[in-house]
DNA sequence: CCGGATTTGGTACTTTAGTATGAACCTGAA
DNA sequence: TTCAGGTTCATACTAAAGTACCAAATCCGG
């Protein structure tokens, strides 16, 4: 049980969507026999099936993927070496969490709230706790001075 | 024209995916007519249908929800050179006028609009019309992804 | 002089960010 | 087992950011 409500909170997203889909394709199967639609004509029925699955497609992505995750910035490491190296000490000094941490660097790479939410699966509150104790560690009062005060005590990359 | 350009640039992405939907449906019609899947199951049918429009949505979604992704300029610029130096070349790719840079610049030093509009004697007002105009010339829509790309396309010190 | 681009600034609106507060849960240490 | 710190999430609110649309003044080249 305990087991069964940790995986649950993780990938309760993914499990919904399995069973969505499972849903649908029963549906599809029922309607093949035309219960339903019997009198529709097909192309109105599959205009259905299609504008619905689109939408349910967009639905998915939207949940999936942050407007960002896997394009521009991650994928941008620069070759060879880099000259850059974590302050370790400051990053000791200023008491920040693991997600602190993690939060700090999707901050830094543009991310909103709603898109640092997605890709690390948590709600925006959730995220907004984080932020706001993150700008008082780090005594600034918005994104734009964290971000500056990051890079400049290099506590991220 | 001029309208006209403004809107295009905000809502191209809507008229293209309405376009393409057009396309589509007028495929159905011509699918319909079983010229091509004279010989397919309607449950195949109907399911490679539905595959596609799902497909077709988290497209839609990932390209609605993250205009920046196309990020062809960001691949030119990266060549080793010494690290602290303004790319001229991209900052006259991006054609941004004198106060947008000036703008861009307190930007990246954490300024909000009030803080600039105070340190450049103008009205917020006009702050947040340059802003407004340097996001759409950098591809950003917010202010850590304007940061960040404007310190990876070295446009700033 | 005209047309285009820049700069400035306004109104009205929506969206995102940020603060404050409370609460539930988990984990490791006392 | 109690307790502190960390994580998660919610509601309710204020503040800042951002968009859209408009308009006026300036400057500059044809």
Redesign the interface.
């Known amino acids: 049980m305990e087991a069964f409500h940790r995986i649950w909170k993780k990938w309760r997203h993914l499990l919904i969507y399995g069973f969505i889909l499972g849903l649908?394709i029963i549906s599809?199967?029922l309607l093949?026999w035309k219960y339903v639609i019997a009198d529709q004509s097909?192309?109105i029925y599959?205009?259905i099936?299609?504008?619905?699955?689109?939408?349910?497609?967009?639905?998915?992505?939207?949940q999936w993927?942050s407007?960002?995750s896997k394009?521009?910035?991650e994928t941008?490491s620069?070759?060879?070496q880099e000259?850059f190296s974590i302050d370790e000490k400051a990053l000791e000094r200023l008491q920040l969490t693991e997600r602190e941490q993690e939060v700090l660097g999707l901050?830094?790479?543009?991310?909103?709230n709603l898109e640092i939410a997605q890709a690390l699966h948590l709600s925006v509150s959730t995220i907004k706790t984080h932020v706001s104790n993150l700008y008082s560690k780090l005594e600034?009062k918005?994104?734009?001075?964290?971000?500056?005060?990051a890079r400049k005590l290099r506590i991220v990359e």
Chains 1, 2 share one sequence.
Do not use: C, D, H, N
């Open positions: 649908l599809l199967r093949r097909l192309e599959i205009g099936v299609a504008l619905f699955f689109m939408g349910l497609g967009v639905w998915v992505a939207m993927f407007p960002q394009t521009a910035e941008e620069i070759p060879g000259p901050i830094v790479k543009g991310y909103s600034v918005r994104r734009g001075q964290a971000i500056g005060k």
